[in-house]
C-alpha cells in the first residue's frame, strides 16, 4: 500500500503543472502540426485502427493548455470543437482538411467559465474544469469540477456567457483531492433523465434531473494496475441501441514509462455499468500522452473517435488523436 500511496504523489507532483497563462491581446488562432504517421503493432481490437492526430499551436494566446475533454459537432467537412480546460475556459476551434492532406488554420475563441455570480472563477482550484456533457435536447452543458467539487450547468442558448448554476447533487461522497469528477456524460432515459458520473479514484453515480439525488452505479474493474478513468461519453444519441453505450478512457501514469491509455467500450444497464469490450490502447511508438477526453461520430462504417490530451508538463501542446472503429 505505502508503494502505491508513493507513485500516486508521484503522480500529482508530476502532473498538470502549467506557468500561469496570460490573456490573448489579439484575435487567437490554431494550428495543426500532423503527427509522424505510426502503426499500432499490437491493437488491442483489430477493428479499431489509428488514423493518426496532430499537435495544436495557439497563436495570439497562450491560454490553449490543460484541454481536459471535447464534444465535436460535424457541419460538412468541418468539425466544430468545444473543449474545456483545467484552468476554466472553454475553447472553440475548427478542424477542416486543407486539401493537402492536413488540417487549416482555424479561429480560436476562448470563454472564461461563470459561476453562480456570473464572474470568472479566483483561480485554478476553482476552474479546474475536467469533463464536459451536453443535454441532445436543450443542448445545455454541464461541466464537472474537481479542485471544488460541483458540476455546474450552463443553459443554452447563452451557454458559457453567462452565470451557471451549481446543480444541487446529494448522495455523492467527498472525492479525494485531484481525484474526483474526472468523467461525466449525459443519459437520456424514458423516465427521466441523468447525468452519469465516474470517479478518477474509484466509482461510478448515477444522478437523475428530476431529483439530482445520485446512487452508486456498480462498475467493472480499470484495464489494469494503476489505471484511472478519465472521461466518460456516450456514443451515439441518435441511435436507441447506442445511446447507453458509454466510451471509457482510462490513464496510467508512472515517472519511469510516462503515460499510458485505454479507451474500452462500457454499457449502462440499469444499476451497472458493464464492460462491452476493449477497443484501443495508446502506448509507444503511438504518441502517448495525458489523454483525458474523447468524443464519437458516426461514419458509414462505423464511428471515428477522437481524444485530446492535457499535457503534463509546462510549455506542452495538446494533441487530438484520431481512431477508425469499423463495426
Given at each position: 500500500?505505502?508503494?502505491?500511496?508513493?507513485?500516486?504523489?508521484?503522480?500529482?507532483?508530476?502532473?498538470?503543472?502549467?506557468?500561469?497563462?496570460?490573456?490573448?491581446?489579439?484575435?487567437?488562432?490554431?494550428?495543426?502540426?500532423?503527427?509522424?504517421?505510426?502503426?499500432?503493432?499490437?491493437?488491442?481490437?483489430?477493428?479499431?485502427?489509428?488514423?493518426?492526430?496532430?499537435?495544436?499551436?495557439?497563436?495570439?494566446?497562450?491560454?490553449?493548455?490543460?484541454?481536459?475533454?471535447?464534444?465535436?459537432?460535424?457541419?460538412?467537412?468541418?468539425?466544430?470543437?468545444?473543449?474545456?480546460?483545467?484552468?476554466?475556459?472553454?475553447?472553440?476551434?475548427?478542424?477542416?482538411?486543407?486539401?493537402?492532406?492536413?488540417?487549416?488554420?482555424?479561429?480560436?475563441?476562448?470563454?472564461?467559465?461563470?459561476?453562480?455570480?456570473?464572474?470568472?472563477?479566483?483561480?485554478?482550484?476553482?476552474?479546474?474544469?475536467?469533463?464536459?456533457?451536453?443535454?441532445?435536447?436543450?443542448?445545455?452543458?454541464?461541466?464537472?469540477?474537481?479542485?471544488?467539487?460541483?458540476?455546474?450547468?450552463?443553459?443554452?442558448?447563452?451557454?458559457?456567457?453567462?452565470?451557471?448554476?451549481?446543480?444541487?447533487?446529494?448522495?455523492?461522497?467527498?472525492?479525494?483531492?485531484?481525484?474526483?469528477?474526472?468523467?461525466?456524460?449525459?443519459?437520456?432515459?424514458?423516465?427521466?433523465?441523468?447525468?452519469?458520473?465516474?470517479?478518477?479514484?474509484?466509482?461510478?453515480?448515477?444522478?437523475?434531473?428530476?431529483?439530482?439525488?445520485?446512487?452508486?452505479?456498480?462498475?467493472?474493474?480499470?484495464?489494469?494496475?494503476?489505471?484511472?478513468?478519465?472521461?466518460?461519453?456516450?456514443?451515439?444519441?441518435?441511435?436507441?441501441?447506442?445511446?447507453?453505450?458509454?466510451?471509457?478512457?482510462?490513464?496510467?501514469?508512472?515517472?519511469?514509462?510516462?503515460?499510458?491509455?485505454?479507451?474500452?467500450?462500457?454499457?449502462?444497464?440499469?444499476?451497472?455499468?458493464?464492460?462491452?469490450?476493449e477497443l484501443a490502447r495508446i502506448a509507444p511508438p503511438l504518441p502517448y500522452?495525458?489523454?483525458?477526453?474523447?468524443?464519437?461520430?458516426?461514419?458509414?462504417?462505423?464511428?471515428?473517435?477522437?481524444?485530446?490530451?492535457?499535457?503534463?508538463?509546462?510549455?506542452?501542446?495538446?494533441?487530438?488523436?484520431?481512431?477508425?472503429?469499423?463495426?
Amino acid at each position: 500500500m505505502a508503494s502505491v500511496l508513493g507513485v500516486c504523489a508521484l503522480i500529482g507532483a508530476a502532473g498538470f503543472a502549467h506557468a500561469e497563462p496570460i490573456p490573448y491581446t489579439q484575435s487567437a488562432t490554431v494550428s495543426f502540426r500532423t503527427l509522424p504517421a505510426v502503426a499500432d503493432p499490437k491493437p488491442l481490437n483489430a477493428r479499431v485502427h489509428y488514423v493518426g492526430g496532430y499537435e495544436l499551436t495557439a497563436h495570439g494566446t497562450d491560454m490553449l493548455v490543460g484541454l481536459s475533454d471535447l464534444q465535436i459537432e460535424p457541419d460538412g467537412e468541418t468539425l466544430h470543437v468545444e473543449a474545456n480546460s483545467d484552468w476554466g475556459w472553454i475553447v472553440r476551434f475548427d478542424l477542416k482538411p486543407d486539401g493537402k492532406g492536413g488540417m487549416a488554420d482555424s479561429l480560436l475563441e476562448i470563454d472564461q467559465l461563470r459561476g453562480t455570480d456570473g464572474e470568472p472563477f479566483a483561480d485554478k482550484t476553482f476552474g479546474d474544469a475536467e469533463d464536459l456533457a451536453y443535454d441532445p435536447v436543450t443542448h445545455d452543458r454541464f461541466v464537472s469540477f474537481e479542485g471544488q467539487q460541483r458540476i455546474i450547468r450552463y443553459r443554452a442558448p447563452q451557454t458559457f456567457k453567462g452565470q451557471g448554476e451549481v446543480l444541487p447533487v446529494t448522495g455523492l461522497p467527498l472525492f479525494p483531492a485531484n481525484q474526483g469528477m474526472e468523467g461525466l456524460t449525459y443519459i437520456r432515459e424514458k423516465d427521466g433523465d441523468s447525468l452519469l458520473i465516474g470517479v478518477e479514484s474509484g466509482g461510478f453515480w448515477r444522478c437523475p434531473v428530476k431529483t439530482w439525488a445520485c446512487t452508486e452505479v456498480h462498475g467493472p474493474a480499470v484495464p489494469g494496475f494503476l489505471y484511472m478513468l478519465t472521461s466518460l461519453a456516450v456514443l451515439d444519441y441518435d441511435d436507441p441501441q447506442r445511446d447507453h453505450d458509454i466510451l471509457t478512457l482510462y490513464r496510467y501514469y508512472d515517472p519511469f514509462t510516462g503515460p499510458r491509455n485505454v479507451l474500452r467500450l462500457t454499457r449502462l444497464e440499469g444499476d451497472q455499468l458493464v464492460k462491452v469490450e476493449e477497443l484501443a490502447r495508446i502506448a509507444p511508438p503511438l504518441p502517448y500522452d495525458n489523454y483525458e477526453g474523447v468524443a464519437a461520430l458516426r461514419t458509414a462504417t462505423g464511428y471515428r473517435i477522437y481524444l485530446v490530451c492535457d499535457g503534463l508538463h509546462a510549455g506542452d501542446k495538446p494533441k487530438i488523436l484520431v481512431y477508425d472503429w469499423d463495426m
